[in-house]
Structures are given as C-alpha cells and as structure tokens.
C-alpha cells in the first residue's frame, strides 16, 4: 500500500492538423490516502482516463511529479511503478486460458535467464503428465499457486482453463481483476471497469470490488461516469472539469455542499435544482415574488454577506414537499412523471418565472401531466452560490479555551470576513 501524490501535474498534447495544443490537465495537486478508494469523476474529456495511463506510466505528463509513497515515478517504466490498471475493453489476451490471463504479469514481472525460460516452459509443457515425466520449476510452482489464490477469491476456479471467448462479459471483468490482484501491486487504477456490463451484473460487481478493495487495503484511484458507482463506492470524490479539480470530499459532503455551480449540477442524480433568488434580510430570500425563511448554517452565511442582492439558489429534488394550496406556497404545473417503484420524480414548471424543477416524493400521491401542484420548501434545504459560481462560504465552529463564562467550553460560530 501506497499514498499516491500529484504535485503541479500538467499534460498537454501537442496539435495536429493545424489546431491548437489541447491542455488536458492544468496544475493539478491531488492526494490519494494510503488505502484510500478515490473515485474520479467529470464530463468526458476533463482529464480522469490520461491522469490514471501518467500515474501507470502510459502517458509522460508536460509538467509536475507524480509520486507513489515517497518515490517519485515520473522518470521509471510502467513495470518498475508497482501499479497495475483495469482496462474498460477488459484487454485479455484471447490466445491464453484464464489462468495464463491473471499470471501473465507474474510471469513477466522479474527478469530470466535462458535455462530459466527453458525450465519455466517446460514445467508448463509436462505438469499434466505423470510426475516422473515432469519438469520442477519453483518459480513456476510459486506462480500457479498464486493464481489458484486469486482464483478462489474471485469465484474463478472452475473457468481456469478456458479461453476469453468462452467467458461472459462479468467473467472476463474477474479474470481482468484478477490479473491486477495477482501482481500485489501498491496502488489499482481501474477505467470504467463496470461499463461494458449491464444493470444487473453492474450492481453485483460493483459490491465485488468495494469488498476486494476493504479486504486487500490497496490504494485504488477508480473512473467512472456512473452516478451510483461515484456515490457508493468511494470513500472520496475528486470532481475534475477542464483538467482542473473543482472539489474533493466523501460523497455527502460533495451532495449536500458543493463547492460550486459546476459540482451542484455534476453531482446527485437528478442534479440540484437551482433558481435566481434576492436576499431578503438575514435569514430570508425572495423567489418567485415570495419569501422563503432560511435556517441552519446558510442563515449564518447570509448573515455574514454584506451588501444583499441577487443569488442563485440551489435545492435537492427532495428539498421541495407537495403541500397545500397557499399564498406562501409556490404553485407549479408538472411536465413529467416518473415512477421508479419506490418514489416518483415530478419534472414541473413553476408559474411564476416559468423555472424547470425536479421533485422527488413518495409514489402514494395520485399525479398527472398538466396538474397544478404547490411546493413548500424545508428551510435547511438552501444552498447559495455568488454569480462567480462559487458557493457561499460556510461558517466555520471553533471551540473556546476555557475563558470567565463559568471555565466552561463554549461552541463559537467563526464567519468568514467577507468585506
């Protein structure tokens, strides 16, 4: 096991065609724990597949070190990094029988002499004949039991002596897997490894890795597209967009509290709702020609800005409750219904400013395109960003020293100076 580091890591490819150099990633500082399982994230082409092939050594970054413990790997080859990556096309070798897949790198991970290539051979050649007749290889022997280990970890004994085209698409993502684990390497890169499965075998195999990963301990940095993968896998989210990380955090810390426009609506399936809002005192805005209170830490915050004026706000689909018709309430005619069996997600327009939202509630209401519903907000549920995108500043609670007040501890909102 390994932390992993990325200190002013750069990678631009150079034009072709006549068209400009592409700057895929820009200064890009991340931290992978020890042990960590880190998910990275973004739209296609923010950086996530060339930031795993330059820690693998398969792309030389423009600029920066990229270090695996306390070794700097920029200048090594792929082999000497102890690294091993999970390719999205599985990358079997359809030649080779299962077993000959996950020993492959084993095989080739130190060097050999000529006699010790000729032994390994033939010890391969003449395990199946009587045991007079065979060939003793240690190095061979070693090797077989580790893939009968990894095997039996991944529930692929009985497929040993079959060919890639002989397995399902779930098989050969195992037998992928356990040509990485074979090899005990410090740190696992796997690019979308889940995406060429379908629903079903997607979930089981998703709970597969998370279990490997908590057995084994390795460092593992993970690609994926995926919403639910994102959110139920990692024990961290790295939000890239333009090879730049926007937000790094557990994945309630990036649903509950993005750092921006860009994650609010990157992150959470559907994304966070968002809406031109005043504010309207300390603790109230104004939407929609009504005002909504505004409680917890983002009524701190509001506090703390100076000057008012315009916001956009930002509220969860399950921020918003169907409630009785009411001046306060706001009034909205649904779009879209859909039914996912264990609640419904109302698509509406609301009437006033004519504002897109979403709306999760429980499939017991009785719904239907072109009704007018009325929403209530909760007042936790706010979030706001400034019209740079960036969210509004959370206070931050420190404690006291143990002062005059009766030498008791004392929890003390600090709010960021924004003056």
Request: net charge positive; glycine share 10%.
């Amino acid at each position: 096991m390994a932390e992993v580091r990325f200190q002013k890591v750069s990678k631009t490819f150079p034009p072709r065609r006549g068209s400009a150099p592409v700057e895929v990633l820009r200064q890009l500082d991340l931290t992978v724990h020890n042990g960590e399982f880190l998910v990275l994230v973004g739209p296609s082409g923010c950086g996530k597949s060339t930031l795993l092939r330059i820690l693998a050594g398969l792309e030389t970054p423009s600029g920066g070190e990229i270090l695996v413990g306390e070794r700097a790997v920029n200048g090594l080859r792929p082999a000497q990094r102890d690294v091993a990556m999970v390719f999205q096309s599985y990358a079997l070798y359809p030649h080779l029988s299962v077993a000959d897949n996950i020993g492959f790198g084993l095989r080739r991970s130190r060097p050999r002499t000529t006699i010790q290539h000729l032994q390994d051979g033939l010890h391969r050649f003449t395990r199946r004949l009587p045991a007079g007749l065979r060939v003793a290889s240690e190095r061979e022997r070693r090797i077989e039991e580790r893939i009968k280990a990894v095997a039996e970890q991944l529930e692929l004994t009985p497929l040993l002596e079959r060919l890639p085209k002989e397995l399902s698409g779930g098989q050969k993502q195992r037998v992928a897997l356990g040509r990485a684990i074979a090899r005990q390497p410090k740190v696992f890169l796997m690019d979308e490894p889940l995406s060429n499965l379908d629903a079903k075998l997607r979930t089981g195999t998703r709970a597969q890795i998370v279990a490997l990963q908590r057995e084994l301990g390795i460092t593992t940095l993970y690609v994926t597209h995926d919403q639910v993968e994102a959110m139920t896998m990692g024990h961290r989210i790295a939000v890239l967009n333009q090879g730049r990380l926007q937000q790094l955090g557990t994945p309630m810390e990036l649903y509950e509290h993005p750092a921006n426009l860009f994650v609010a609506q990157f992150i959470g399936s559907p994304p966070m709702n968002l809406l031109p809002v005043e504010q309207a005192g300390a603790d109230q805005v104004q939407l929609a020609g009504r005002r909504f209170l505004v409680e917890g830490e983002m009524a701190l915050a509001l506090e703390a800005r100076t000057g008012g004026g315009s916001l956009t706000a930002g509220l969860r689909a399950e921020h918003f409750k169907l409630a009785p018709a009411t001046n306060r309430n706001l009034a909205a005619e649904i779009t879209h219904l859909e039914a996912l069996g264990n609640e419904v997600l109302i698509s509406c327009r609301l009437i006033e400013g004519s504002h897109l939202i979403q709306v999760r509630t429980d499939p017991g209401q009785r719904l239907a395109a072109g009704q007018t519903i009325h929403l209530d907000i909760d007042p936790q549920g706010w979030r706001f960003f400034e019209a740079s995108g960036e969210s509004l500043p959370r206070p931050e609670p420190t404690v006291t020293k143990p002062g005059s007040r009766g030498h008791q501890d004392e929890m003390q909102v600090v709010l960021p100076d924004l003056t």
